[in-house]
């Protein structure tokens, strides 16, 4: 099983490869903010409360996030035999040991981390711009701001969590979409 975590700031274009890398590999894409998003669109119980973190650009708390993740795991058993790529989880150090005991409940593990480096004025930019185009509701200044000093908080640290287990793979995160797939595919490629 190939096992993907893409990493990296709001804004650093996670789901976009995400999107080329499914396609390329047919490995099935968990995003946790499209999970979240959705139940929001279809105004369930779920969504209600997620709302409310998503607004102020603050994490739903751990418990949840495993919880929820590990029902589309167990939704999906068939679809994820192949391998999954996890895009926008874990965010926090408890979802990745969640994640990591949740695998390996399966009989399998991380295979990879690709993490997408990308300047903050960079990023800055693209969410605005992303704001404008899709009019997602969390894409507006005073929101960015607040999910970028939680990514550096509570998620950049994973990086070092990934780091220490030999599984990060950083990759530079700026220029033309599929010039950054190429560096991305070259990393797969190069794995088990
Ligand atoms: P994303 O689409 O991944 O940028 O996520 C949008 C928002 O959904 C985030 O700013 C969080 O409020 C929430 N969210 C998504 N994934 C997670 C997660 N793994 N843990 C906590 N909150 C999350």
Redesign the pocket.
């Known amino acids: 099983m190939l096992n993907i975590v893409i990493f990296g700031a709001?804004g650093s274009g996670?789901?976009t490869q995400s999107d080329k890398l499914i396609e390329k590999y047919r490995l099935f894409h968990i995003?946790?903010?499209?999970?979240?998003?959705d139940n929001i669109k279809r105004g369930t119980e779920l969504g209600a409360i997620?709302k409310d973190?998503?607004d102020?650009?603050?994490?739903?708390?751990?418990d949840l996030?495993v919880s929820i993740?590990a029902d589309v795991l167990d939704a999906n058993r068939e679809q994820a035999r192949v391998g999954v790529i996890f895009?926008?989880?874990?965010?926090?150090i408890a979802?990745a040991q969640a994640l990591d005991a949740m695998l390996a409940e399966r009989g399998t593990g991380v295979t990879a981390v690709v993490g997408l480096e990308v300047p903050e004025e960079e990023l800055v930019q693209r969410i605005l711009l992303r704001g404008k185009l899709s009019g997602?509701a969390?894409d507006n200044l005073e929101?960015v701001k607040n999910?970028l000093d939680?990514y550096h908080n509570q998620t950049a640290p994973l990086r070092d969590y990934y780091q220490k287990q030999g599984l990060y793979r950083a990759i530079e995160g700026l220029g033309a979409i599929d010039d950054i797939f190429g560096r991305i595919c070259a990393v797969v490629d190069a794995l088990d």
């Open positions: 709001p996670k789901g995003s946790t903010g499209d999970v979240l998003r997620a973190y998503i102020k650009g603050q994490l739903i708390p751990d996030m993740l895009d926008g989880f874990p965010r926090t979802q997602r969390d929101t999910r939680v």
